[in-house]
């Protein structure tokens, strides 16, 4: 074999698709050929939660990605079937490598696949390095220190493109039977159909994706800062305005093609040019808004991070039966059915999902209407939506995504109960009603729908069932827990909190 006796870095690519800032990549190029794996393991590839929308994102990413590589002449192989199977065909044709990764706090299932490759190696003798990517703390202790880490994380120099040794393929590696062939040599459809996606039955936010992601990307950046941010804190809520001022970075850094580090240092710069120019109080506002939601991206994940099971449990477990998380019954059947396919009734809630649906994509507060809606006015468990959601979302991220699920649905013992009102709503956020008939081609100006149901008895219906459960001394004493696990020390600290608790001041401990 041409290269076994040399030293291999595996670079298990998974949602860090990109050449700078990449620890995992850097290590591996600096500490032997690197040869770039991406797994298509039932675990990652085939879980209820992924759609063909976030499999064109992540391929287009990949594809890119590997054009860029064959320039330093490391391959990229897909790995189909077991990653098991592979890792123990990669040792014996190599005998010796070192996995690189980064650690993911990704889905259950991705969660239980690491773990499997943590046994393996370790019985293997393989060392696995994974780096950190974010500041999402593994083995977090003390909830106090996050805060000091962000900074001692975002205050590091970000990482050049790595320099590779000069690769030498292994004739044996190409066109094996354990890995495809190198990605970079598929054509574009070709790629698809390996990867199981019907080129022919994509959906139109699958379509929309442009051909160079990365280019889009930069655009974007640019235009965020130099112009779109400046209304962002005043505009992010409307449905119709969000779509421009929000940066819209979201699937960019869910698949790791920018790192929130190279994202953070050019809102530093932003904010220094501003601070040089004439001053704008405006933009400068908006620009300490969209520093915060990077935090609160890190501190969501740190969530799922700390309890994985947050996917499918409630973060307070007083709430863990007072919806159906079984079998759906024929009343939440023809309601989530209804719910998915935007024929509420209610044209706000309508024109969102058929929205989400096209592009992929919405602003937060429609995001947390949708589910108030479904959780709280069709007493719907939050799996069920919650999955829906994730399926469309080209951003879904589970650390994100789960936990503002349960928020948004009062599970969570340590938040406001919120429950949205989509026609205020609808009056407050699209007063011209302009994305609200554009999103309801055929209902307008009345919904052709009937209102499934009403929404003051849901409302206040759902109101005292979540309210009932807060009433006892055990759930605030469980509450404490879930809050020093989870909550956020932005504010007051825990000691001086937990003297103020009282079931209804709960409310106030993790606002955002
Ligand atoms: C029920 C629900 C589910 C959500 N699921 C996801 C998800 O799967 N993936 C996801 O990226 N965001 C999710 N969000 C948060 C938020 O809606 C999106 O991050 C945002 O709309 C993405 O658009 P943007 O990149 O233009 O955001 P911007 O407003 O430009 O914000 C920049 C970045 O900050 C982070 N961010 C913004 N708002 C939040 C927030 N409230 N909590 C945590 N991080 C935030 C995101 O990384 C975002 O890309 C969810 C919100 C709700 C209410």
Known sequence: MMIAAKKISIMWFKKDLRLYDNEALSSAAANGFTVGLFSLDNLRWNTSDLSTRHKVLLLKGLYELAKRLTGYRVPIYLARGNFIDTLTRLKQE??????????????????????????????????????????????????????????????????????????????????NQFLSPEVHDFEWNGLLKFCGVDHLALDSASKSLPNNLNETMKRLLTSFFQERSVNYRTEMSSPLKAEYSCSRLSPFLTSG??????????????????????????????????????????????????????????????????????????????????????????????????????????????????????????????????????????DYEPGIHWPQIQMQSGTTGINTIRIYNPEKQFIDQDP?????????????????????VDLKKSSQGAREKLWAMRKSKKFVDLAKKVYLDHGSRKRKNFKQKSQLVSNSQLELLDKQ
């Open 432 to 452: 011209d009603q302009i994305f609200t008939r554009k999103w309801n081609p055929n209902g307008w100006p009345h919904s052709e729908f009937d209102k499934i």
């Open 94 to 175: 190599f005998e010796e490598f070192t996995l690189y990764s980064h650690q993911e706090t990704g889905n259950y299932s991705s969660y239980l696949l690491d773990n499997k490759v943590r046994k393996w190696c370790k019985s293997n003798h393989i060392l696995w390095e994974e780096k950190r990517q974010n500041n999402v703390i593994r083995g977090l202790k003390q909830r106090d220190v996050w805060s000091r880490k962000w900074k001692e994380f975002m205050g590091k120099e970000c990482l050049k493109i790595p320099v590779f040794q000069s690769n030498v393929c292994n004739p044996q590696m190409k066109n």
């Open 257 to 394: 093609m920018l790192s929130i580090r190279a994202l953070h240092k050019e809102l530093l710069s932003a904010s220094e040019e501003l601070k040089s120019k004439e001053f704008n109080a405006t933009k400068f506002s908006s620009l300490r808004s969209f520093e915060k939601r990077l935090h609160w991206r890190c501190h969501f994940i740190q969530k799922l991070e700390f309890e994985p099971q947050l996917e499918f449990r409630c973060m307070h477990v007083n709430y863990e039966h007072v919806r159906n998380q079984n079998k759906l019954n024929a009343q939440e059947e023809e309601f989530l059915n209804l719910w998915k396919e935007g024929k509420t009734g209610f044209p706000l809630i309508d024109a969102c999902m058929n929205y989400l649906k096209t592009t992929g994509w919405i602003n937060f507060r429609m995001r947390a209407m949708l589910v108030s809606f479904a959780s709280n006015n069709l007493w719907l468990h939050w799996t069920h939506s919650g999955e829906h959601l994730a399926r469309l979302f080209l």
